[in-house]
């Protein structure tokens, strides 16, 4: 009995070491990537720890000495003198200020739909919690002409917009969620005392709602980073997000393998270390809601 | 009091207003596209009212749409399929108390929050043929001398589905996990007082109480897979041929690299019927979940 349970225990342990490793090892590489001169990179037999290892994939992206990071892959001209800073500004902005507008929009439908009465109000919601997960290839059409019309395209604006398409319904399903679990009572006394629906909602509501509106900006926040098809579309040079910069590497001359994962690396963190903070909450939040441990 | 009734249309208002802009025109401006032959590199023709034209030769001509059709069907089923399994397995694993599970959901995090045109890179380095690790690891073993993983046209479709494998499951993982903790004590008590073995456990108490989170994480996962760009953009553009093209990928090269909008449109609008179709399907379960 005593072997069995030991059997079973080491069986388990193992599983869980093969996942572990096999989860591990791609990231493991990309960091070991990133710090490796380029002779130790595309060695036959893999270095696994570089010998020399160094921090000049870093400089090159972000403090090029002369050329910037495009120049070996062999891509457009203009892109020549971009640093990897206008990819990492250009996604900070866009996913800041899209966030911003999912939150504040987000907030006032979220309260009608969790706190007033009228018709059609769940057929509504369900319907707004829909759009979210339409395939953006559908709208990016449409969207691109329209964008081109008003001469938005390769501007943060357009991205802005373009990712309140998935940002907004998002924060309003969630907020809709958190807002149910604060008491109805509370509002319904700041009302008898004399607030209006807004005032009650300022003072009374907001303050118990920060936790949920930090998980729910989280969330939009690593939606909008990750996004790529949105990006590659609305952007050419100048508005370029971080992952269209990093896939700019795939160059006609080959891939610049020690930058690519030194700025991949630098760009993955602000997701990884957000989604890491919110940890209790990423279940809640990538099922919408439907899973609260 | 006529105000307090429609209170509710003040609060609604901006947010519909965007989605009104952003989403509903959209959206039936290329419902309308669809039915118009427009082509910008033959800008000079204009927009011409096809009718159905777009969709019929989409169904009867386009061997390229039925190609990619089927190439999506296969990545999403293949892909959330193992996904599923893998991700039930770990999680039935760990609900035990077992040293170290903290750290082991931490781990699993990862993958899901590298962005994921980083994880085509990575992948893209590690599926190289002469310098890659995967291929070391094959002649190192003496499995073989090396696979093409993204050159061959019978591996490539494969070699998208390993790295989607590979950053999702954790999520189905996590939701799984989440799911099996927030069960109730008290059926697996009575049970093995009966004295229930654990398969029978697992069928007749476990897997009941855990269908409607297991059918969100599917679900989920399936409309997510639909929707698979970055990966194929960074791992192999759809190639080599068009043996890893799927719809969104199709969608993208005839818009816009032969400019066909209004074909375009119409192959989107097909993706769209699709995806939907599961859609309502999830939200009929969230429906169930969040009430």
Redesign the interface.
């Known amino acids: 009995m005593k072997i069995k349970k030991l059997a079973f225990l080491t069986g ?2 193992i ?2 070491a093969v ?2 490793i ?6 493991f ?2 960091v070991v ?1 990133s710090i490796k001169p380029a002779g130790e ?6 270095i696994f720890i570089p010998t020399k290892p160094t921090l000049s994939n870093y400089k090159g992206v972000f403090f090029p000495e002369t050329g910037s990071l495009y120049q070996k892959a062999g891509v457009a001209r203009e892109m020549l003198s971009v640093t990897g800073w206008v990819g990492i500004k250009n996604s900070i902005i866009v996913t800041l200020l899209s966030t911003g507008l999912a939150i504040g ?2 907030l ?2 979220a ?2 739909f969790a706190r ?1 009465r ?1 018709k059609g ?2 057929t ?1 919601a ?1 319907w ?4 979210k ?14 964008m081109n019309r008003f001469r938005l395209v390769d501007t943060q604006i357009a991205l802005i ?2 990712y ?2 998935f940002n ?2 998002f924060s ?1 399903w969630m907020l809709r ?1 958190f807002f149910t679990e604060i008491p109805r009572e509370l509002d319904e006394c700041a009302m008898v005392d004399g607030c209006s ?1 807004l005032g009650a909602l300022a003072k009374i509501i907001l303050p118990l709602l920060i936790p949920g509106i930090i998980v729910t900006a989280i969330f939009c926040f ?1 939606f909008s ?2 996004e ?2 949105f990006a ?2 609305l952007t050419r040079v100048k508005a370029q997000t ?3 910069q ?2 700019a ?2 160059g006609v001359k080959g ?1 610049q ?1 020690g930058p ?2 030194a700025f ?2 630098a ?2 963190i602000p ?2 270390v957000l ?2 903070a919110a ?1 209790r909450y ?2 809640r939040g ?8 | 009091m006529r105000r307090a009734k429609f209170l509710h249309v003040w609060f609604l208002l901006p947010c519909f207003a965007v989605v009104l802009f952003l989403v509903v025109f959209p959206l039936i401006y290329s419902l309308s596209l669809s039915f118009f032959s427009w082509n910008l590199t033959m800008a000079y023709l204009g927009k011409a009212w096809v009718g159905l034209d777009n969709y019929i030769s989409i169904f009867t001509e386009d061997e390229r749409f039925w190609k990619t059709l089927s190439n999506t069907f296969l990545m999403v089923g293949l892909a959330v399929g193992v996904e599923f399994l893998i991700g039930i397995g770990l999680a039935l694993l760990l609900t035990r108390e077992i040293p170290g599970r903290k750290i082991f959901s931490v781990v699993l995090l990862v993958p899901m929050m590298i962005v994921p045109v980083v994880v085509g890179m990575v992948w893209r380095l590690l599926y190289h043929t002469s310098y890659g690790l995967l291929n070391f690891f094959l002649r190192s073993f003496h499995i073989s001398e090396g696979i093409d993983w993204l050159g061959d046209p019978s591996v490539a479709l494969y070699s998208i589905i390993i790295a989607d494998i590979w950053q999702w499951t954790p999520l189905i993982f996590l939701i799984l996990l989440g799911g099996i903790m927030s069960l109730p004590k008290e059926p697996y008590e009575a049970a093995q007082l009966d004295g229930a073995s654990t398969s029978q456990i697992f069928i007749y108490i476990t897997f009941p109480l855990l269908k409607n989170i297991i059918t969100i994480a599917l679900l989920l996962r399936t409309i997510d897979a639909f929707k698979l760009f970055d990966k194929i953009w960074v791992l192999t553009q759809g190639g080599p041929g068009l043996t890893t093209e799927n719809i969104p990928m199709y969608i993208y090269y005839k818009a816009f690299r032969y400019f066909d909008m209004g074909y375009a449109a119409a192959l989107s609008y097909i993706l769209l019927i699709i995806v939907s179709t599961i859609a309502t399907f999830l939200l009929r379960s969230l429906f169930v979940t969040t009430k």
């Open positions: 388990n342990f599983i869980i996942v572990m096999l989860t591990l090892l791609p990231i590489w990309l990537t990179i595309t060695t036959r037999v893999p929009i987000g006032l439908a309260y009608a007033l009228f109000r769940d509504l369900f707004l919690l829909s759009t997960m339409f395939p953006p290839a559908t709208v990016i059409l449409p969207i691109f002409i329209m917009l373009a309140l398409v907004l319904p309003v969620g629906h690593i980073w990750n790529f098809l590659l579309i971080f992952p269209v990093v896939s590497f795939l891939i393998w690519m994962a991949g690396l760009g993955s997701p990884l989604a890491i940890q990423l279940v990538l099922t919408y809601g439907a899973v609260k441990e």
